[in-house]
């Protein structure tokens, strides 16, 4: 018991991994299974969230600045790609008024 | 449901890293003032938004948990020395990003008949299947013992995280990077704003809850570039 | 030996003018065409007179030649074939630059009033040239192989000349029949290179005589390489030339314009094949005289032949083709004796009269209104003096009357002929040895019998066409005048030349009577070529018999020009008519040039379209379209609607896919090799047990592998895929191999049960 205890309390790297892998599996789940495309478009930035602690954290393991610099830019790539999406969300809906990812099947044969 | 049985894997694996953890060659000894309780209360909240994310019916209240997943993840970033990451990640994630989902929920104003995709039960269970399999198998290399990569030197050296170094590797280093940043940033406002604006003809004279307001969505995005060019 | 000049420039000059023409001569109006079509040729004439002077002048010796390259650097780089496209001029083809570049300047001038109305005339004044150019090619090449590039592209521009007036089907039709005919002949040309090549490994005509060791061994057949390449090299000069088999292009090709006939079918392309077997001699000398018999045996048949079939013929310029013919086959007695300097004497000569013949008939073409019919004709003497008395000097000179040019070409060849001796191989049959002594009396006999019917021929044309009364309707006879300048001159000049020319290939015997100096010049032709090509020494014969045979000659010919005067001066006689009625078999043979057209239709044009007609409807159609077509796009399209359904067009479902392609990839990327790491055999051995593990796909070091030989927990560890353990006891034993990827760390297990005694 006290040896749990005492394990809980060293933190290292491979749990900041074991987190990120976690976050990235729970996006991908949202996009996978809502059908609301706005939820989808969450979960994708949560997708990068999780990308982006992985990096940080291995970037402390080794000291190294540029996975920070790294991160920053991924966070301005996000913002830019969230834009995007949601202006397409917001095209699509004036189309369809709704925003069902079920619906949008054009793309088949 | 899915998600219960990946926070259970997940645990299991924090508790089998917990036991590989015998030796404490690789240990990060946060900077003193934040003790390990912290990381784990902080990692608790931060899993249990983005599984609340994924799983509200109200688009709202999604907007919300995710806002908390994002606090939870900059706080998790201060505990890894990235303090001005942390910073940036509150500012722009959670304070622009997700004021444009709020706009956009209120143009869309849609309450949700059934939130789960249809799809065939195969495809949802290989989907699951290889996911949980992905993640686990990820895991499991993530904790093998392997030398070298994992070590850390302890204790972070004072420069490590600080804005000054950030600064520095992007005004020397990644200048072009950040460059490329600033005109991609541009490229998504004229992309967003010439996407969602409204096409030049009615075609009737109702246009059912079509009430866009391009410049909401181009306030939004200024409000998102300006943040990231927070560092400018 | 040898020293550099630009021969190069008379080569490109009429390209380059060829070239303006054809890109630019629409916009640049007539005059600008002319100038520069003639400019160009008149500048590669004047250069190349200043190369054969220096030739002469300088201090070269007797086989020396003027070299040059048309391009730097090699030009042909194949495996050990290095070929620069070298020109030179020696004294051979130093005969023939002179004669292509200035006789083609005469006509180029001649064709400016010829072609006067043409609307397309720019495209022909640049065929001309290009023409002039691909032949000059041929004639200052060093190799073979460059001279075939002169071959074909004279080929080419004689199919586009003959089709000028492509509108007309019946002349696209004798352009493609020159062409696919001449082409007949070049495959010959083209195998005769290759096998001298692979002989002797050069293909510079400077170098072969060097090689005649291996020339004279033999090659298939038992017959010698020399020969084989000979007879291919002259199938090449059989269809340029015009020589039986491949001669029934000539004819038809006369439905190009005059200028075209005259210069191409004259005076230069037909002349290739002769000098192609002048140059290379040194294959047709080798005895067994086989090349040699072959040669000047068709060429006497072909001259009969083709004298013959020109007694009936009714188109002006149908006779003069004819007589083209026979006149090459006379030439190719003459090389093919080894009478090399008769032979290109007579080329020469032929040149002049021959090209004047055309241009004359084309100023009467063009007096006629385009008719060539010449018993529609008659009287025109009157009408067109300058046209009607240069015209007399050239039948004189082609009938071979004393002292005119034609009477010194034609004597040396028939007094070559005379006086050849061919030599037969040692095993030759006995008869055949008996024979071939009659050999050279049989050619001379014959080419006295063609030259009796050439000038019949020529003086029957003569007498209808010129004297006499009018045959054609009354349009035509006021339309007649002479014609303009720019036609009449060259005309004149080549009159000249056709009195003249002769007086440089005196024979010996008459050249004795004059001085010293005089008699120099006179005999300067035969002086001038015999370093470039040895003749064959014939025998010398007395004197007597030598003024004999010429004096026979003379009497042959003026009874052939009595003979036509008596049946045509001042019209059709009477008599003409007679015997047409009598020999009317006789006549329909040779009016219908002995069906010789008619027999290749049969024998190799129709079944070649039956054969082609097959394998377009059959093969091409049905097989190749409809297999492409129809096969390919319905095996794809089944293929293409099965594996389509998997989009559906949602998003998701593909991303899902691409997780699971994740998965999977990182699955097999990890756990194959453990996995093949644990599978393996076991062979026992008494109490020793080999495992060997892996299967042959594992490298050593990669894998770590953990064995439990006896089932209580004893792992030995090894980083080898073949393990043995000895055991103690005998027993069935359950061996556990563990093996883990030393890279990623990932494990896997198997068991082998085993049994030992």
């Excluded at chain 2, 444009?100 to 789960?116: H, K, Q």
């Excluded at chain 3, 109305?117 to 004044?125: I, K, L, S, T, V």
């Excluded at chain 3, 209808?464 to 001159?489: D, I, Y």
């Excluded at chain 3, 001085?515 to 064959?536: G, K, R």
């Amino acid at each position: 018991m006290q040896q749990f205890w005492q394990n809980l309390s060293v933190i290292s790297t491979e749990h900041f991994l074991i987190l990120g892998v976690v976050l990235f599996a729970i996006g991908v789940f949202g996009v996978f299974l809502r059908r609301n495309a706005l939820i989808t478009l969450m979960s994708i930035e949560l997708i990068l969230n999780a990308a982006n602690l992985t990096l940080l954290a291995f970037a402390r393991a080794q000291q190294d600045m540029r996975g920070q610099a790294l991160a920053l830019l991924v966070i301005a790539v996000a913002a830019a790609e969230a834009a995007i999406g949601l202006a397409i969300v917001v095209g699509v809906f004036r189309n369809r008024h709704n925003t069902n990812l079920d619906d949008l099947t054009l793309l088949r044969y | 449901m899915m998600g219960l049985g990946s926070v259970s894997s997940s645990l299991l694996l924090l508790g089998q890293a917990a036991q590989v953890q015998q030796v404490p060659a690789a240990s990060l000894s946060v900077q003193g003032m934040a003790p390990a309780w912290a990381f784990w209360i902080l990692s608790v909240l931060t899993v249990v938004g983005a599984l609340s994310t994924i799983l509200r019916r109200n688009l709202i209240g999604a907007v919300m948990s995710m806002v908390a997943t994002f606090f939870g993840i900059a706080s998790l970033y201060a505990l890894l020395s990235a303090h001005f990451l942390a910073a940036i990640q509150v500012l722009v994630y959670a304070g622009a990003i997700m004021v444009l989902f709020v706009f956009v929920i209120m143009v869309l104003n849609r309450e949700e008949a059934e939130p789960w995709a249809l799809r065939s039960p195969v495809i949802k269970a290989l989907g699951t299947g290889s996911l949980v399999y992905l993640a686990v198998r990820l895991g499991e290399m993530l904790l093998s013992p392997k030398a070298g990569v994992l070590q850390t030197a302890g204790h972070p050296s004072g420069e490590y995280g600080t804005v000054a170094s950030i600064g520095d590797y992007f005004f020397t280093k990644f200048l072009f990077p950040f460059e490329a940043i600033s005109i991609l940033l541009v490229i998504a406002v004229i992309g967003a704003v010439v996407l969602a604006r409204t096409v030049a003809k009615p075609t009737s004279v109702h246009e059912a809850g079509a009430a866009p307001l391009p410049s909401s969505n181009g306030d939004g995005d200024d409000a998102a570039a300006d943040a990231s060019h927070g560092g400018h | 030996m040898t020293e550099n000049f630009p021969l190069y420039l008379i080569i490109v000059l009429p390209l380059l003018g060829a070239a303006l023409n054809l890109l630019f001569g629409r916009r640049m109006g007539n005059s600008a065409v002319s100038l520069i079509a003639c400019g160009a040729v008149a500048s590669a004439a004047l250069v190349a007179t200043k190369a054969v002077y220096s030739l002469a002048t300088h201090d070269l010796p007797p086989n020396g030649m003027l070299i040059d390259q048309l391009m730097a650097g090699d030009w042909i780089i194949a495996g050990d074939l290095k070929l620069a496209a070298g020109l030179m001029l020696d004294h051979l083809n130093s005969v023939l630059v002179l004669i292509v570049t200035w006789v083609a300047l005469l006509i180029h001038l001649y064709a400016t009033g010829y072609m006067e109305h043409e609307p397309d005339y720019a495209r022909f004044f640049g065929y001309l040239n290009l023409f002039t150019g691909a032949m000059l090619i041929l004639v200052l090449g060093d190799s073979l192989p460059v001279t075939f590039v002169g071959w074909e592209g004279v080929g080419l521009a004689s199919y586009l000349l003959i089709g000028f007036w492509h509108q007309e089907d019946k002349n696209a039709s004798a352009g493609r029949k020159a062409f696919i005919v001449n082409r007949v002949g070049d495959f010959g040309f083209l195998l005769g290179l290759c096998i001298l090549y692979t002989v002797i490994g050069t293909l510079k005509y400077s170098e072969i005589g060097s090689h005649l060791f291996e020339l004279r061994l033999p090659f298939w057949l038992n017959w010698p390489a020399g020969y084989w390449v000979a007879i291919l090299l002259f199938v090449g000069c059989m269809g340029k030339s015009a020589q039986i088999p491949l001669y029934v292009w000539l004819p038809d090709a006369m439905a190009g314009p005059t200028p075209v006939s005259a210069l191409i079918h004259a005076a230069t392309m037909v002349t290739a094949g002769v000098y192609v077997v002048a140059r290379t001699h040194f294959l047709f000398d080798m005895t067994p005289a086989a090349a040699q018999m072959t040669v000047a045996g068709i060429g006497a048949v072909t001259a009969l032949f083709a004298a013959t079939i020109g007694i009936v013929q009714r188109d002006f310029k149908k006779v003069l083709a004819y007589s083209t013919v026979s006149q090459l086959g006379f030439m190719f007695v003459g090389v093919g004796t080894g009478a090399y300097s008769a032979g290109m004497f007579h080329l020469m000569t032929h040149a002049f009269f021959k090209a004047g013949l055309f241009l004359g008939a084309g100023s009467v073409m063009h007096a006629m209104g385009g008719e060539g019919d010449i018993t529609k004709m008659g009287g025109l003497g009157k009408h067109m003096p300058i046209t009607r008395w240069t015209f007399f000097i050239y039948c004189l000179a082609i009938a071979g009357i004393f002292p005119f040019a034609g009477f010194f070409s034609k004597d040396a060849i028939l007094a070559g002929a005379f006086a050849s001796r061919f030599t037969m191989a040692e095993n030759a049959p006995h008869w055949a040895k008996s024979l071939i002594d009659l050999y050279p009396y049989v050619l001379w006999g014959m080419l006295v019998l063609a030259a009796a019917c050439t000038a019949f021929y020529m003086w029957r044309l003569y007498f209808m066409v010129f004297t006499g009364k009018f045959r054609g309707t009354h349009e035509q006879e006021h339309h007649l005048h002479e014609s303009p300048a720019e036609m009449t001159v060259p005309l004149i000049v080549l009159a000249v030349g056709s009195v003249l020319a002769g007086f440089i290939g005196v024979p010996e015997i008459m050249a004795h009577a004059f001085p010293e100096s005089v008699a120099h010049t006179l005999t300067f032709f035969t002086d001038w070529l015999s370093p470039a090509v040895v003749p064959m020494s014939p025998e010398p014969h007395s004197h007597s018999v030598e003024w004999g045979l010429m004096a026979l000659a003379l009497g042959v010919s003026a009874a052939g020009i009595g003979l036509a005067a008596k049946l045509y001066r001042g019209g059709i006689s009477q008599t003409a008519v007679d015997m047409k009625e009598k020999f009317s078999s006789l006549y329909r043979l040779l009016w219908n040039k002995y069906w010789v057209d008619e027999l290749y239709d049969l024998i190799i044009v129709r079944p070649l379209k039956v054969l082609s007609r097959v394998l377009w409807q059959a093969v091409d159609v049905v097989m190749i379209d409809g297999g492409l077509t129809k096969v390919g796009p319905a095996v794809v399209g089944f293929f293409g609607s099965v594996t389509r359904r998997i989009q559906n067009g949602d998003v998701q479902r593909y991303l899902i896919f691409v997780v699971v392609g994740a998965a999977s990839v990182l699955f097999f990327s990890t756990w194959w090799l453990p996995h093949k790491g644990t599978m393996g055999k076991t062979t026992v051995e008494k109490r020793r047990v080999t495992l060997d593990l892996g299967e042959g796909k594992v490298k050593a070091g990669r894998l770590r592998f953990r064995v439990d030989w006896e089932g209580k927990g004893e792992w030995e560890q090894s980083g080898f895929t073949t393990l043995f353990h000895d055991y103690p006891n005998s027993g069935t034993y359950n061996i556990r191999v563990e093996a883990q990827d030393s890279q990623w760390g990932f494990t896997s297990s198997n068991s082998f049960p085993v049994k030992v005694e």
